[in-house]
């Protein structure tokens, strides 16, 4: 396998999947903080601020990881288990797609992505606060 190929392999799989891990941990204690500093404005409004850019780190992290998994089903990469397990080069494209959402991992993912549009929506409704 070509360096390229591994920087890319780690860059997009394991590296992104870390950001989104901490972004994720970031936002729970900066909204916690947030919460715990009710009394005091300002501080309370650096929290969510802060809580409000690792969330929005967390959920790009994930449509990366989404479209990284999905070109590696589409272009055929057997030497990873989900598409050597899931998919075929005999499937039409609806087929290939669908491979995404595939057993427990895809659903997992499925609800990884509605769990983050509802945060963003709720993100940017409560935002006047």
Not at 19 to 43: M, N, P, R, T
Not at 105 to 118: E, K, N, W
Request: glycine share 4%.
């Amino acid at each position: 396998m070509p360096t390229d190929a591994l920087f890319m392999e780690f860059l997009t799989g394991k590296f992104i999947t870390i950001i989104g891990f901490v972004a994720a941990l970031v936002a729970v204690v900066a909204y916690f903080k947030a919460a715990q500093s009710e009394h005091d404005w300002s501080l309370q409004r650096e929290w969510l601020s802060m809580g409000r850019y690792a969330f929005l780190a967390m959920f790009i992290a994930i449509v990366i990881n989404g479209l990284h998994l999905l070109y590696l089903i589409l272009t055929h990469q057997f030497q990873y288990n989900y598409v050597k397990s899931y998919s075929d080069t005999t499937l039409e494209l609806f087929y290939l797609i669908s491979t995404f959402l595939c057993r427990s991992r895809g659903q997992f993912y499925a609800m990884d992505v509605l769990r983050c549009a509802l945060g963003a929506l709720c993100n940017s409704h409560c935002k006047r606060l």
